[in-house]
């Protein structure tokens, strides 16, 4: 069995409603359909997954965040729309989708923790999915905060996607991103800040059965051990005098420590940073993830190469079970 820890979708009622919340976001989703057009045809999804022998998915909402087109009044709406989709799809197709990740309004936290009990008491949801930043604004903040306890309080994971748009430049000079840099490599620089602001924030001591998914096997955080290990040992030393209050913080532990507590999923390519990946994370914090479907094939690419590159990996057939399968089952609180 091979189970897909973070697939996307736009659910058919979920995509309909999004078309009508503004015009500049109804020409956005309708691209990204025409481009993508598994994202929403269920039947192409489902004529996918059958090339793979074994192959489920635990479905996630595809981006942005509701928030980020949505104001706090209608955002509650989208989210509860987008959850009841993803529940009537596992609930009539049980032996393709094992569950899914609730999408939230972030930008109205009374809505959204309303939300999350809504989704995980009463459809099932396996977790939840927020991105890197709230239109802007780091996970860290207080406000966020009840979030990841709540997730923390049910034994649930927290799925992270990355999120940093083209008006985000690459130099300050600038206005906006050239190349489409902004997601190349700021949406791996994005989801490794937010691991930081998170470790930094204390959350894993606070709650130390706190789950956490990275996407995309954790960004940048494999391939800089030594910037967050010995790098991040002699925190200070290089900040000026007054400045102190940019780096102090109270972890019980190193950072890299922290780090480690993170799960990440393998939708990166390649044998080699895969390789990378688990020799940081161990075994058994890494699974299986596509990030379907997002490439040049409409999904199959992803699915494929990914399978590919685990097999490659330098591992025991019963670690690439616990990618495949049972890491997933655990994480998920769920039985095989």
């Not at 009840?146 to 748009?165: C, E, G, N």
């Not at 290990?229 to 200070?236: A, E, F, T």
């Not at 400045?243 to 999923?265: S, V």
């Amino acid at each position: 069995m091979i189970i897909d820890i973070f697939p996307h979708i736009f659910p058919k009622a979920f995509y309909e409603r999004m078309l009508t919340v503004s015009e500049p976001a109804a020409k956005y989703f309708k691209r990204r359909v025409r481009d993508i057009p598994m994202l929403a045809d269920l039947e192409l999804r489902l004529r996918l997954m059958d090339q793979f022998s074994g192959y489920q998915q635990l479905l996630t909402a595809a981006g942005p965040g509701i928030e980020t087109y949505c104001d706090p009044k209608t955002s509650p709406e989208l989210a509860r729309i987008c959850n009841d989709g993803m529940a009537e799809l596992c609930a009539k197709y049980p032996e393709r989708f094992i569950g899914f990740a609730a999408s939230l309004p972030m930008n109205n936290m009374e809505a959204c923790l309303q939300e999350v009990d809504r989704s995980i008491k009463q459809l099932g949801a396996k977790g939840v999915q927020i991105f890197t930043n709230v239109n802007g604004r780091p996970l860290d903040e207080p406000e966020f905060l009840p979030l990841f306890a709540k997730l923390a309080s049910y034994d649930l994971p927290v799925w992270i996607h990355p999120a940093r748009p083209s008006s985000f430049p690459d130099y300050m000079t600038e206005k906006q991103s050239r190349y489409e840099l902004w997601w190349v490599f700021g949406w791996p620089y994005e989801t490794s800040v937010a691991m930081a602001r998170l470790v930094f924030s204390g959350i894993f001591d606070t709650y130390p059965n706190l789950k956490v998914v990275t996407h995309h096997l954790g960004a940048m955080i494999p391939f800089f051990e030594g910037r967050i290990g010995p790098g991040l040992d002699q925190l200070g030393s290089r900040t000026p005098e007054h400045e102190g209050h940019l780096w102090k913080h109270n972890l019980k532990r190193r950072p890299i420590d922290y780090f480690r507590m993170f799960y990440a999923d393998t939708a990166i390519m390649g044998p080699g940073p895969v390789e990378c990946g688990l020799a940081f994370f161990g075994v058994d914090h890494v699974l299986y993830g596509s990030d379907m479907p997002f490439d040049h094939e409409g999904g199959a690419f992803n699915v494929r190469e990914t399978i590919c590159s685990v097999n490659a990996a330098s591992i025991a057939p019963a670690d690439r079970v616990k990618i495949y399968e049972t890491n997933a089952l655990k994480l998920l609180n769920m039985k095989k």
